[in-house]
């Protein structure tokens, strides 16, 4: 059974009356793979740093194990952090890297074992053999494995880890998310996370924590973020959306550019103006007699493994991901099966996202063409 290690209840941050989180209530499962996910600024370091003890929440409270740790300092926390901007002793060798911290420790541990230790260690990041190394001689994603070891060797029950990846390439980032995995399991402890990646995110973690503001938009698993936002804000964070005014008729009923769609939603107020969010993998091109709605196509990307095309329907403009060939100014049909649509309540994110024009060439006849009162209800279908 999942057993709770670490809580933060009602945490709030403020700095000068400036309030940069806001009554967060989080709680990390021992042995989770953990990951804070926001934009800049959101305040993903300020939770970390309030985990770690080196920040205290100016009101709120953070357990460890259901003990109060507000007042514990961060060397008596069984938590270790790994920067971006990861400190190595550029005079020490790999294997004194690593074993700083344990010659540090009282009562002092024999040679043996502290050697045993970094080597297990070394074995574990996959540095065997690189004991005498220079740090600087290393590449960056070794040097990464080694304050990594550095951090893990004192045995944390938690590692903190914020933006571990930030100064690697794109290829070595892909490498050390697998390796990052590895290492959680292999240790068998937690590890909290901090990328403003989504790709990452989505890609490592048991939890993701969707922040934006000094507030948690969401908090599920990658497939629950994915299929379920629950807002545009998280929508359009994580991957691309389309997102559009919908009213939801009915149980399973929403009505979008004044179509009625079948959708497996359920539990809102007849009538209620909804957020829908349609992914664009999940729209299938038709021939126009067939289809749900019918757009001209205004731009094609070669993508390798697909086309981005993005579709103009009467102003409004969806990104549509698809194997077939629609040249620019095709008219199409789209066919969206129930489950390819996800509906949201409205929220303050209403409005700020989902719309792909800015993508397209033809944005001045866009902004022209929602001024115009008939537009409201977008879709050529009627022609
Ligand atoms: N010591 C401080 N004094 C004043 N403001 C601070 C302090 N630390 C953080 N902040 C502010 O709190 C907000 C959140 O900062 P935080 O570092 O947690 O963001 P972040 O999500 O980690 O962003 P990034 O992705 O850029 O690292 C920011 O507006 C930041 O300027
Ligand atoms: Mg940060």
Redesign the pocket.
Known sequence: MAKELIRLSGCTMA??G?V?LNNIELSINDKEFLTLL??????????LRIIGGFQKPTSGDVFFDGVRINDVPPHKRSVNTVFQKYALFTHLDVFENVAFGLRMLKPALSKGEISARVLEMLEIVSLKGFERREVISLSGGQQQRVAIARALVLRPKVLLLD?PLGALDLRLRKDMQNELKRIQQAMDITFIY?T?DQEEALAMSDTVVV?DG?VIQQIGTPEDIYNEPKNAFVADFIGESNIVDGIMKQDGVVEIFGREFKCLDAGFEPNEPVDVVIRPEDVDIVATKDGMLTGTVTNVTFKGMQYDIIVDFKGFKWLIQTTDISPAGAKIGIHIEPDGIHIMKKSDYSGMFGDYSSYSAEYDDLEDASLEPEEETAGDYDE
């Open positions: 700095f000068d400036e940069v926001g934009p800049s600024g959101c305040g993903k370091t300020t939770t933006e901090v403003h922040m000094g």
